[in-house]
């Protein structure tokens, strides 16, 4: 008789333990009573998974016991508190994807028939808006602006841009430390790199963000100008999107009719329903993405680069690699945040690729600087 669960098996109670307890906190942080409720019934549900497996397992013959929230958790939390829990709600939807994924692979896999019912967690949200608690489209708007334009994605750009930071201006500093032995060298090609990059970070995301915007504008411009110009192609165009949501088409076309006796209305519902566009996307700011880009790569650039201020020769370099490796296993670890795996394995394989990249560039510096001494 087995005493422990599968590894599989206490990853995925593990994942639900977290998931109940993240829903909780982020019901408890609402204003609203309404998204309150919907979030409390998401903990609830996934409890409801929690003691399901608890009793699967003892069927089973494995004796496992309620695990608390991990680290992993209650670090979210503490950003949710710092930051806001709109950044919590798109970590745990990217988290019901990546789970609802998994599951079609491993039935497909095993060639157990794929029911369709996987991804309801990803859908339990809306479900509940719709059948349940009769919450407005303007509430059920609001939770999806946040969990598509922020959250995880926010989250994930810091830890990234940290990262290309770390590994760009590492390999830089290595590939100078190895072509020439000299500190006031090595400054400055590091000091350079670093400023270069979080420019450019800089630059390339001020423009990605203000080019998105304009875009949009632009859009939704022209579509404020066909249902002035042409209201009874977007009629038409608003009764397709209703019968293709499965109203019946007589009450498509009253509901369009409806709508368009308010052309704002119809404009909001048709740059959501056919352009795609979330409102919430404009309100970014490139300015604050562009410094926010710039700060979080020079902080991971610095750190390669720092001991060579007060250092000189191997003992720098060799305090350099050490600074970068802790940089590396902790920006490793940061990135379980999203992916759930091992700290470990995480921040190992962060530790090995990076100084993998620092290690060719010094060795690249190294034949170039014997070459020009030759």
Known sequence: MSTQPSKNYAASLQTE???????????????DPGIAGIFRQLAEIESGHVTGMINGLIKQGINVEMPSPSWRAHVLDRIGKIFGYDYIIGVMMDTEKSIAQAVVQQKTNEKIPIKGDEGNHVKILQSLLSNKH???????????????????????????????????NMSLVMGVAGATSGQSEILLAGSAGLLAGALSMALGEWISVKSSQELYERQMALEMDEIISNPEGELKEITLIYIAKGIPEAQAH???????????????VLIKEELGINPEELKSSAWEAAITSFILFAIGAIIPLAPFF?????????TSVVFSTLGLFIIGSAITLFTGKSIWFSGMRQVVFGLLAAAITFGIGKLIGVSIAG
């Open 17 to 31: 333990v977290d998931a109940a307890f993240l829903y909780h906190k982020i019901a408890d942080a609402q204003t």
């Open 310 to 318: 007060w250092l000189a020769g191997y003992t720098a370099i060799i």
């Open 134 to 168: 009769k919450v407005s489209g303007e509430e059920l708007s609001r939770i999806e602006g946040r969990h598509k334009t922020v959250g995880g994605n926010a989250l994930r750009a810091a830890v990234l841009g940290a990262n290309d930071g770390l590994v760009s």
């Open 254 to 268: 009253d509901m369009a009719v409806d709508l368009m006796s308010d052309p704002d209305r119809a404009h909001e």
